[in-house]
T-cell receptor
Framework: SQQGEEDPQALSIQEGENATMNCSYKTSINNLQWYRQNSGRGLVHLILIRSNEREKHSGRLRVTLDTSKKSSSLLITASRAADTASYFC??????????????FGTGTRLLVSP | AAGVIQSPRHLIKEKRETATLKCYPIPRHDTVYWYQQGPGQDPQFLIS???????DKGSIPDRFSAQQFSDYHSELNMSSLELGDSALYFC????????????????FGPGTRLTVL
C-alpha cells in the first residue's frame, strides 16, 4: 500500500492563484520531501522538511508538516504557467539508518492556465 | 552545479533481451538509489548502495541486478526483459557519510526511458 497519498489528484488554477497540495502518510518518518516532475521527465527536488520542523519556506513554496496527523501540505503562491507539473511527496519510512529509500505518494497533477 | 547523470536517456529493447543502465552520482555523493516509475505511476524504490555495498532492497525482480563501482557510479542490469519492464528508471544520489541519522535530500537524474517491445 502507498505510504503517501496526495490530495487532490488533480488541480487546475489560473496564473497568480495559490495552489495547495496535501500529502498523508502512514508510518513515522525522519523527513518528508517534495518533488516536482514535468511530464515524463526527471524529479526535481523542491524542499525537505524534517520531523522536528513544522514549517519551511523556499521562495514561493511553503511546506508544513503535522506529524500528529501524519500529513504535510505544499503551498505554491502566485502560481505561474511554468509551475504546471506533477508534485510528489516522499517519505523515508522512518528508518534510522541514514539509508532513506523514499516512498512516494501518488502525486498531484497541477495545471496552471495563463 | 553538477547533477546526476544517467545513460542512456532512451533505450528500446525486445522481449527477453538484456539492458544495462548507468548512473553517475553527484561528485562526493556516496549513496545511490534506483527507482522505477511505470506509466502514470509514482516512483517505486528498487535498490540502493552505500560505499559500493548494497544498503537496501525494494521491489526489484530477481531478473535485475545492480552494483556500485569504486568510482561510485552504479549500473542496473536487467535480463529477460518483459513488456512490463517498460518504465522510467531513475537514479538518485545522496551523501550519507558524516551525516546525522535523519537522512538527507536525494537528487534525481533525468531518468532512462526503457521501452520493451
Amino acid at each position: 500500500s502507498q505510504q503517501g497519498e496526495e490530495d487532490p489528484q488533480a488541480l487546475s488554477i489560473q496564473e497568480g492563484e495559490n495552489a495547495t497540495m496535501n500529502c498523508s502518510y502512514k508510518t513515522s518518518i525522519n523527513n518528508l520531501q517534495w518533488y516536482r516532475q514535468n511530464s515524463g521527465r526527471g524529479l526535481v527536488h523542491l524542499i525537505l522538511i524534517r520531523s522536528n520542523e513544522r514549517e519551511k519556506h523556499s521562495g514561493r513554496l511553503r511546506v508544513t508538516l503535522d506529524t500528529s496527523k501524519k500529513s504535510s501540505s505544499l503551498l505554491i503562491t502566485a502560481s505561474r504557467a511554468a509551475d504546471t507539473a506533477s508534485y510528489f511527496c516522499a517519505t523515508d519510512a522512518g528508518m534510522n539508518t541514514g539509508f532513506q529509500k523514499l516512498v512516494f505518494g501518488t502525486g498531484t497533477r497541477l495545471l496552471v492556465s495563463p | 552545479a553538477a547533477g546526476v547523470i544517467q545513460s542512456p536517456r532512451h533505450l528500446i529493447k525486445e522481449k527477453r533481451e538484456t539492458a544495462t543502465l548507468k548512473c553517475y552520482p553527484i561528485p562526493r555523493h556516496d549513496t545511490v538509489y534506483w527507482y522505477q516509475q511505470g506509466p502514470g505511476q509514482d516512483p517505486q524504490f528498487l535498490i540502493s548502495f552505500y560505499e559500493k555495498m548494497q544498503s537496501d532492497k525494494g521491489s526489484i525482480p530477481d531478473r535485475f541486478s545492480a552494483q556500485q563501482f569504486s568510482d561510485y557510479h552504479s549500473e542496473l542490469n536487467m535480463s529477460s526483459l518483459e513488456l512490463g519492464d517498460s518504465a522510467l528508471y531513475f537514479c538518485a544520489s545522496g551523501q550519507r557519510r558524516g551525516r546525522p541519522h535523519y537522512g538527507d535530500e536525494q537528487f534525481f537524474g533525468p531518468g532512462t526511458r526503457l521501452t520493451v517491445l
